[in-house]
């Protein structure tokens, strides 16, 4: 079975100065040669990555719907990391704005990473997709029936990133992560976490809000845990994909100045 060389790739986190997008920014600059990261900062945090910027790791603040500036950096990546979303909130008071970046956007960046041939397209989907469980322990042929229209949106993005492998045999894989807190997670807004909140309320002494009768039950993943799961070298997530032939030429091409291609000419035995 082949085995992504990580050394060797290029990888981008589209949403990576968000919550997860970050650690998951953080984890990949151990072992990618190159990490790109795109996030308009709606509600990522320049601070979340700038202490991982140098020249291997760079820093785009593109809106994910602006296929004129996503494109040529396309043509430079291996694999795509997609976690760029509008949340569940934000999606009960604009649902179209929610439906435009969680769904559209991601079918448009599948075209475009096809037609630039990205070796390997990661959709981080939610277990918002499934809505209310219907039995626990839940597995993953649970029926998916969201009940918000971000839950909604992310089924969108699962079945176009799940389409593109049925329809065109392009490498995608979606994962479906629960719940995450840990390090940069939000604490206010549209983006608020519940732990967050609750921590932030008990150091100030301030009794806990809880929303319901108390009897609802979640799974909580640290983020580190998630963003491995996406991440480490032995994820079923590397197996079977490597950089085309194609886009290591087009790489260098793009990376490597026509004055080392012409010295390259000049030194070549021509057989
Ligand atoms: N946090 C969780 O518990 C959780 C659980 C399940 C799934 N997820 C999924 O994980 C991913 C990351 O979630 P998160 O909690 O880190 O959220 P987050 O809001 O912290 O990260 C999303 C990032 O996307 C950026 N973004 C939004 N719209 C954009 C656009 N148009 N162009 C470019 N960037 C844009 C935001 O600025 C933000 O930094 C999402 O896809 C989400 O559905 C998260």
């Known amino acids: 079975m082949e085995v992504f060389d990580m050394n060797n790739s ?9 919550f997860i997008g970050s650690e998951l920014s953080h984890q990949l600059c151990q072992c990618a040669e190159r990490v790109i990261i795109v996030d308009n900062l709606v509600n990522g945090k320049r601070e979340n990555i700038q202490q991982l910027l140098n020249d291997r790791v760079t820093f785009y603040p593109y809106d994910i719907r602006d296929l004129d500036k996503m494109i040529p950096l396309l043509n430079e990546v291996d694999v795509v990391f997609h976690l760029a979303c509008l949340g569940v909130r934000h999606s009960i008071h604009s649902p179209l704005e929610n439906h435009d970046v969680n769904a559209t956007a991601t079918l ?4 475009a990473s096809r037609e630039a041939r990205v070796g390997r397209f990661v959709y981080v989907s939610s277990s918002e997709v499934y809505g209310t469980a219907q039995w626990v322990p839940m597995t993953e042929n649970h029926p998916t029936l969201p009940m918000t229209v971000y839950g909604g949106s992310k089924l969108a993005g699962e079945s176009y990133t799940r389409a593109f492998y049925r329809t065109y045999n392009y490498p995608t894989v979606v994962v479906r992560p629960f719940n995450s807190f840990g390090p940069r997670c939000h604490h206010e807004g549209d ?21 319901g009768d108390g009897s609802q039950t979640r799974d909580f993943t640290y983020v580190s845990d998630t963003a491995r799961g996406f991440s480490a070298p032995d994820s079923p ?29 000049r030194t070549a035995t021509w057989r």
Do not use: D, Y
Not at 108 to 111: E, G, H, I, T
Not at 192 to 205: D, S, T, Y
Not at 237 to 250: D, F
């Open 191 to 211: 983006s608020g976490e519940v732990i967050p909140k609750f921590l932030l309320r008990a150091m100030a002494g301030q009794s806990l809000i809880i929303h």
């Open 237 to 265: 997530i590397w197996r079977q994909v490597k950089p085309s032939m194609w886009a290591r030429v087009r790489r260098s091409l793009s990376t490597n100045s026509p004055a080392w291609w012409m010295s390259c000419l």
């Open 10 to 18: 290029t990888v981008m986190v589209t949403g990576g100065a968000g």
């Open 108 to 111: 448009n960046l599948l075209k």
